[in-house]
DNA sequence: AAGGGGCCAGACAACGTTGTCAAATCGTAG
DNA sequence: CTACGATTTGACAACGTTGTCTGGCCCCTT
């Protein structure tokens, strides 16, 4: 296995002149460089990761750290974050956080104080709910850990953020429900310590408005992004007296549970009653009917984060430099939507 | 930040004294080995990982490969993993392997060459389709990796494996059906290079022959483990003259498919027809009706495969012994299965 | 009582890289 | 032709740990 020594010898150089240019340094003839890069080559060199850390202080390694929510959207943000990192020489390390009672900001810092004493990644990148809390990305950029933060509008204490226009998305979900002929309209709220909760609510709540429809307090009932609340949600909806044609579940497992909750009560979407989701899920092709949903571009978020992370500490002037990056979502027409049951 | 020396000179011994007693090394008095804990704790030392590894030759990491597919099943499995890693002190790292075209062991070892190259991990947990190639855990482990292969039943060229008696298993849900009165079950396979599609099909046949049902070939559908397969194989079915009265999936996702292939015409479970599935992933919960399916233990094959991992090589005593897991599985009674429509 | 073997503790080097600093080289101007 | 500054290169130490080796101690045997 090919140490710098040999390249060194290889090239005819010291092993200070291979070290700069491995690591794009200045101050380096060209003709050397060339003549390094191609002796490292042949050699297959490939640096000692321990032994850089451990001289430089650098890690070479990027943490990405989940809730205990399993699912698609954390597998594919982890899977292009994967691809970036293995391209650009850096690991990937994974965290789960499960359990946090309490203050979400305090339980994190209490969970990785120990991790990131020692095996301090250069970045980290924090998704719903971590990416919510201000306090946790300053922490970290207080610690010298550039921070990616994904699926949230803020700049702060961030290299680069990586979001959607939810509330847009939101919209023009709504915009599909109201333009079929809906007017009641219902809204499952998600967890109320992620930020999408309200901006989706707020996409709905805009759109209902600039319909000229009555906003009915009643109509919304709150969720926390599971299965289980969006059934419970569907059955105490579908049960009121004056029941909503169209339910806006925040997102694609609390909008499964409606469509259950309308089975239980002998309810077919989009004959009875319409549904949307949002996420675009696995479990939204697998509901009958199929969900129509909003699709964000979660592999992206992934890749883009990572690539801004990376960059940020290879060129490491200093200078801290946050990017806001938006990416388009695209709408998935299904099959749970139609007119309201009045109208046919 | 404490670093072995600190420790020394607070325990009033040398740094290799420290050294031994960190890592369990023989030859070190009690006294002393009591004196030296303390002062580390009350520094709040943490060994550095490069340091030990540029040192020792060891990474202290944990390698975890997936499929492409996302899922709960993999998922849980990092979960497990992951905690014991950490509270081992090694770090976890996953890679995602998607692209395989052709041999699969080929592809594997393409893939991680270079990787394995100077990032080598201690241990590798595989998990199916990996697990089942002999080829790939073979490589590994004369590369001197240790190996844990999960959902396979095989004790070669592994440190561990851990399973359920999938055959079992699927005995079990076939019994069920059986004992409900169904004659005409259908099965719908997995991906053929997953031993698990065998040992669940075996599972079937062989109640089936019990009971004295003549077995109907017209009733194995081929699979690959996906919603899309399932759905196709239950419109299959479901058009059939003389169709089954129940299904066995090889897994959730695919029962799923065969849920709304009866939606789709008009047939309801359990009233019109029965279904199984097997995994108990979240899908099964989510489905109208939810369905009845096998939960094996993935949060137990994570944390059992990478106890056993770390066992092997910090007793590296050179002995390679293999063990087999067989942990047990739990039937999930749900409302998918009933009678068979005839009997009603 | 002397010698030998087993156990325990420490001194020292080494792992492969990067930071620091000094030396060498080059170009340019006086 | 010399002097000076800017640029390029290299020698050396250092990062924190573990492997090797040596020496001392104790206990047992002869």
Same mark, same amino acid.
């Given at each position: 296995?090919?140490?710098?020594?040999?390249?060194?010898?290889? #090239?005819? !150089?010291?092993?200070?002149?291979?070290?700069?240019?491995?690591?794009?340094?200045?101050?380096?003839?060209?003709?050397?460089?060339?003549?390094?890069?191609?002796?490292?080559?042949?050699?297959?060199?490939?640096?000692?990761?321990?032994?850089? @850390?451990?001289?430089?202080?650098?890690?070479?390694?990027?943490?990405?750290?989940?809730?205990?929510?399993?699912?698609?959207?954390?597998?594919?943000? $982890?899977?292009? #974050?994967? $691809?970036?990192? =293995?391209?650009?020489?850096?690991?990937?390390?994974?965290?789960?956080?499960?359990?946090?009672?309490?203050?979400? #900001?305090?339980?994190?810092?209490?969970?990785?104080?120990?991790?990131?004493?020692?095996?301090?990644?250069?970045?980290?990148?924090?998704?719903?709910?971590?990416?919510? %809390?201000?306090?946790?990305?300053?922490?970290?950029?207080? =610690?010298?850990?550039?921070?990616?933060?994904?699926?949230?509008? /803020?700049?702060?204490?961030? !290299? !680069? @953020?990586?979001?959607?226009? +939810? &509330?847009?998305?939101?919209?023009?979900?709504?915009?599909?429900?109201? +333009?079929?002929?809906?007017?009641?309209? #219902? *809204?499952?709220?998600?967890?109320?310590? =992620?930020?999408?909760?309200?901006?989706?609510?707020?996409?709905?709540?805009?759109?209902?408005?600039?319909?000229?429809?009555? &906003?009915?307090?009643?109509?919304?009932?709150?969720?926390?992004?599971?299965?289980?609340?969006?059934?419970?949600?569907?059955?105490?909806?579908? +049960?009121?007296?004056?029941?909503?044609?169209? %339910? &806006?579940?925040?997102?694609?497992?609390?909008?499964?549970?409606?469509?259950?909750?309308?089975?239980?009560?002998?309810? !077919?979407?989009?004959?009875? *009653?319409?549904?949307?989701?949002?996420?675009?899920?696995?479990?939204?092709?697998? /509901?009958?009917?199929?969900?129509?949903?909003?699709? =964000?571009?979660?592999?992206?978020?992934?890749?883009?984060?990572?690539?801004?992370?990376?960059?940020? *500490? +290879?060129?490491?002037?200093?200078?801290?430099?946050?990017?806001?990056?938006?990416?388009?979502?695209?709408?998935?027409?299904?099959? @749970?939507?139609?007119?309201?049951? @009045?109208?046919?």
């Amino acid at each position: 296995m090919a140490t710098m020594l040999d390249v060194a010898k290889l #090239a005819g !150089v010291s092993v200070k002149t291979v070290s700069r240019v491995i690591n794009n340094e200045p101050h380096v003839q060209d003709a050397l460089r060339v003549r390094v890069k191609t002796a490292a080559k042949n050699l297959g060199y490939v640096p000692s990761a321990s032994a850089r @850390s451990l001289r430089s202080r650098r890690s070479y390694q990027v943490h990405l750290i989940n809730h205990a929510t399993t699912g698609t959207y954390i597998h594919c943000i $982890q899977a292009g #974050a994967l $691809q970036v990192c =293995q391209d650009g020489g850096y690991q990937l390390l994974v965290s789960v956080m499960s359990d946090h009672r309490g203050d979400l #900001a305090e339980a994190f810092k209490r969970r990785f104080e120990r991790q990131l004493e020692r095996a301090k990644p250069d970045g980290v990148i924090l998704v719903p709910p971590f990416a919510d %809390v201000d306090g946790i990305s300053r922490w970290l950029t207080n =610690q010298d850990i550039a921070v990616a933060r994904i699926g949230v509008n /803020t700049i702060d204490n961030c !290299v !680069v @953020s990586v979001l959607i226009d +939810e &509330f847009k998305a939101a919209q023009d979900l709504t915009s599909l429900l109201v +333009e079929r002929g809906h007017k009641r309209i #219902a *809204f499952i709220r998600g967890s109320e310590d =992620q930020s999408a909760t309200e901006e989706r609510f707020r996409g709905y709540a805009s759109v209902l408005e600039d319909a000229g429809i009555q &906003f009915d307090p009643d109509l919304v009932i709150e969720g926390d992004f599971h299965f289980p609340t969006g059934l419970a949600a569907g059955l105490r909806l579908f +049960e009121m007296t004056d029941r909503p044609t169209a %339910v &806006f579940a925040a997102n694609d497992d609390m909008a499964a549970g409606v469509i259950v909750a309308g089975h239980k009560l002998g309810l !077919v979407a989009p004959r009875d *009653f319409s549904v949307v989701g949002f996420d675009d899920a696995d479990i939204a092709e697998m /509901t009958w009917p199929a969900l129509t949903t909003v699709r =964000q571009p979660v592999l992206d978020f992934g890749t883009v984060a990572t690539l801004d992370l990376i960059r940020s *500490f +290879e060129e490491g002037d200093g200078s801290r430099v946050s990017t806001r990056r938006v990416l388009d979502y695209e709408l998935v027409l299904r099959d @749970s939507v139609g007119p309201p049951p @009045s109208t046919r």
